[in-house]
């Protein structure tokens, strides 16, 4: 029977140990991220299927470590201690390669690659190959590796571009760096790399050349240019941000979602949004959001960390924080910022309003300007606001405290204390009223003005 990636054992080695110089950052470069994740993590999960994980770091580099193990607990890390070379790098993770079918060699600034590459990288290994390579072909080739192949079309050397003759540095098909290597023999090809080149340095891609010398297999997939898009500063940064959102974007609308205008909104990669959503221009959508079907999200908000309940409204310029949950059909209108509460199914929050660390229930309806007062410097605490409850313009509510289903809160007023069920609370300076006040102020007034 002919074996099948899902029949091997494999083990996935992420090169993440590179200085990153260019992003001129004191934060590694791998931990930079692209729609909300670090392209470490979005290489993570392109390797999720794969068996066993493991990362090479620089050294010192605790940091990455710490967010390999926070995407994949069960990862493993290796330090690169010396920067030699990429097959210097794949060898620092030696240990792992024991009882690996295939090999697949990642790196962890190629944050476009999907899964489904690695996939078909594991398929040629499966069918034969000893060495399958990643290649794409170039719009412009200048400073990549190229790929030479034989006369039936295999991978027989990778040539660097500053080892390349003339006629080598014309060939457009390049190499993305990503292969995957058969367990049996990656020892023994990796081994025997030497540091022979312009670099000094002990390069991966001379294990094509050795593959194709001893009479093995070597097997070419290719990808498209974006999706093997290495990050080497910011420009590359913004450009792998632009690619994933392209492919959010329409995923999304492919999914039933209507974007308005959807180059100016900006997703996660952990969106996840339902039918018939309309989302205006200039959202942001950071990490953590669900948005239920038949939700409109209007202009110019920005959601994070928030659940949003089945045709539910937003904005325009609402902002949903970290703990943000809407129930169906509530609403939240243009300026109202919305932290870690629950705003209950029909709920109104329509307008210039603050609500954190509170609940709001079923039907009831918040004013203009209210805040939710739940933080004394030291401690945060909650305001339990009930169904059917009116909460009048320009009031404070000062937690802890509750209102009761279908009390009313007059304008203005700053609440300490709990209002009980169907109760008004007025907290509040009382009016009062002077005749003809205004009238003998301004005459006061003009004269001390005129010197009189």
């Known amino acids: ?33 692209v729609a909300g994740r670090s392209m ?5 999960a392109a390797a999720a299927a794969l068996d ?54 990642l790196f962890a600034d190629t944050p476009l690659v999907r899964a489904e590459t690695i996939a078909a990288l594991r398929a040629a290994l499966a069918e034969g190959a000893a ?12 400073g990549y590796g190229r790929i030479l192949c034989d006369s039936e079309g295999r991978p027989a050397a990778i040539r660097e571009e500053k080892d390349a003759s003339p006629a ?3 060939c457009r098909l390049c190499n993305a760096g990503l292969m995957a290597v058969s367990g049996t023999k990656a020892l023994a090809l990796l081994d025997g790399i030497d540091a022979a ?30 999706e093997v898009l290495g990050v080497n500063d910011r420009v590359q940064l913004a450009r792998a941000e632009s690619v994933a959102q392209e492919r959010l974007r329409r995923a999304a609308m492919l999914g039933g979602a209507t974007l308005i205008a959807p180059q100016t909104v900006f997703l996660s990669h952990d969106t996840k949004i339902g039918r018939d959503v309309t989302i205006e221009p200039g959202v942001v959508i950071g990490p953590g959001v669900e948005i239920a079907d038949g939700a409109v999200i209007h202009a110019y908000s920005h959601l994070e960390g928030a659940l949003v309940g ?28 919305i932290k870690g509460a629950e705003i209950g199914e029909g709920a109104k929050v329509n307008h210039l309003t603050y609500i954190g660390d509170a609940s709001v229930g079923a039907h009831s309806n918040i004013g203009a300007g209210v805040i939710t007062c739940n933080y004394d410097g030291f401690f945060k605490y909650r305001t339990i606001i009930g169904e059917n409850a009116f909460i009048g313009s320009n009031s404070a509510l000062v937690a802890p405290v509750t209102i009761g289903d279908g009390a009313y809160v007059g304008s203005g007023s700053v609440v300490t204390k709990d209002v009980s069920a169907d109760a008004l609370a007025v907290a509040r300076g009382r009016q009062m009223e002077k005749e003809g006040w205004a009238e003998s102020f301004r005459r006061v007034q003009k004269a001390k003005k005129s010197g009189a």
Do not use: C, W
């Open 310 to 337: 089945e045709r539910a409204t937003v904005g325009p310029y609402g902002r949903l924080r970290p703990g943000a949950k809407l129930a169906a059909q509530a609403k939240v209108g243009n300026f109202v910022e």
């Open 40 to 44: 470490l993590g979005h290489v993570l």
């Open 197 to 226: 080149n312009a670099q000094k340095e002990y390069y991966l891609t001379d294990i094509v050349a050795r593959a194709a010398a001893a009479g093995l297999g070597t097997r070419l997939v290719v990808a498209a240019e974006e």
């Open 52 to 105: 066993e994980i493991a990362v090479v770091i620089g050294a010192g580099k605790e940091d990455v470590a710490a967010e390999a193990r926070r995407q994949r607990p069960d990862a493993k890390i290796f330090v690169q201690e010396k920067q030699l070379g990429t097959a210097h790098a794949v060898l620092a993770a030696r240990e792992a390669f024991a009882g690996a079918d295939d090999i697949v060699v």
């Open 168 to 170: 080598e540095r014309a």
């Open 131 to 142: 060495v399958a390579v990643l290649a794409f072909e170039a719009a412009d080739p200048h």
């Open 1 to 33: 029977m002919e074996a099948r990636p899902t029949d091997r054992r494999s083990l996935a080695v992420i090169l993440a140990a590179g200085e990153g110089t260019r992003m001129k950052s004191r934060r590694p470069k791998v931990l930079h991220e």
